[in-house]
């Protein structure tokens, strides 16, 4: 299986069935296994703290949702964070597209990308970088069953070593 | 023009087992119209009450969720609507508050009066879209509109409430209503 088969595995093991996602590039295989899949109700939000609220809802009618978005998108959604997932223990899985390092040509994705773990931290949100395909199983899974159980959101963050990064950004940077 | 109230009552004398969800101003109206168990208060970020409910109408396809949404809040996610457009939920109802002004955050006005909510609505591909002025024709309207497959939007018209009135945040956002709202929803 590639990353993104085995990441959509895991949530369909933990009956991760909502997906709300705001569309980027490298997400593309995620949200084309998600809407090809009917075991998973897909959401394309308009942004990522309308992603959230989505989530939050869903969870309070008793079903488990996660919210895909970029790297700038998570910066449109502290708000959402603070005010909304974290007080109101809403376990979301939060998934991130890294941007803004390993071969970024946009500044403005890597002033995002320096301060996306330092709210993340702020806000006491675990999350976890995944590099590798071999260990995404254990740690995808076992962190959602924490957040569940814990009642608290989690976030993963794709790094370009797991997804091979955005290849506009490499086409550009090579020009 | 119609006071939100009187819209709310005429509202609760029609539900049975929906879920509703009201936003800000709209929700220390209807907790004291309306104290049940199955009311969610759209806590955390303004604005995000339609999403919520998109949430919970896909979690619950079985339940009718009603958002009593205010004109301030649907502008700061007004995207929200061509979301809920494109899924299309059938047991969606959006009622828009529509009062032209941020009544909860001193009462200034809404960048403009004049939009036409509903019209967006329509755009943004609801099933139905209707306003409503005057109470005897919402009350009347109420039954039939409330049978519809969604999503269905209604703007009412109301008059600017009190500013500053004493709102109960600590009763509104007590966890028990959270707790007991989820086992309303198992039972």
Redesign the interface.
């Known amino acids: 299986m590639n990353w993104s088969d085995t990441f959509l595995d895991v949530l369909k093991k933990n009956d991760v069935r909502?997906i709300?996602y705001v569309p980027d590039n490298v997400l593309t295989p995620l949200i084309k296994g998600v809407t090809a899949d009917n075991y998973f109700?897909s959401?394309?939000?308009?942004?990522e703290?309308?992603?959230?609220?989505?989530?939050?809802?869903?969870?309070?009618?008793?079903?488990k949702?996660a919210v895909m978005m970029q790297t700038s998108g998570f910066a449109v959604a502290p708000?959402?964070l603070a005010?909304?997932?974290v007080?109101?223990q809403i376990p979301a899985i939060l998934v991130i597209s890294e941007r803004g390092t390993l071969g970024e040509f946009n500044i403005g994705q890597v002033a995002v990308a320096k301060i996306m773990r330092p709210i993340l931290d702020t806000l006491s949100v675990e999350h976890h970088t995944l590099t590798d395909e071999a260990k995404l199983g254990f740690i995808v899974d076992s962190s959602i069953k924490q957040a569940v159980t814990t009642q608290s959101p989690v976030a993963f963050i794709l790094s370009p070593l797991l997804t091979g990064g955005n290849p506009v950004a490499h086409a550009k940077l090579s020009a | 023009m119609m006071k939100r109230d009187e819209c709310f009552r005429a509202l609760a004398r029609q539900l049975r087992a929906e879920i509703v969800l009201p936003v800000y101003s709209s929700a220390f109206d209807w907790l004291e119209i309306a104290p049940r168990a199955l009311n969610y208060f759209a806590f955390g970020a303004m604005g995000l009450g339609s999403s919520h409910a998109l949430g919970l109408a896909l979690g619950r396809p079985d339940r009718r969720v009603i958002v009593l949404d205010g004109d301030g809040s649907l502008l700061m996610n007004l995207g929200s609507l061509v979301t809920i457009g494109a899924v299309a939920p059938k047991n969606f109802v959006h009622f828009l508050c529509r009062n032209g002004s941020y009544e909860a955050n001193g009462g200034h006005p809404i960048p403009r009066k004049e939009v036409d909510f509903s019209g967006l609505a329509q755009a943004a591909g609801y099933a139905h879209c209707v306003d409503f002025d005057t109470l005897a024709k919402f009350e009347s309207a109420l039954p039939q509109l409330l049978k519809q497959d969604g999503p269905i939007f209604a703007t009412l018209h109301i008059e600017k409430g009190a500013l500053s009135p004493e709102f109960n945040y600590r009763s509104l956002e007590d966890p028990k209503r959270r707790q007991d709202f989820r086992a309303a929803l198992r039972g």
């Open positions: 909502l709300s109700i959401v394309n939000a308009t942004r703290d309308e992603a959230m609220g989505i989530v939050a809802g869903a969870w309070m009618g008793g079903m949702g708000n959402a005010s909304l997932l007080p109101f």
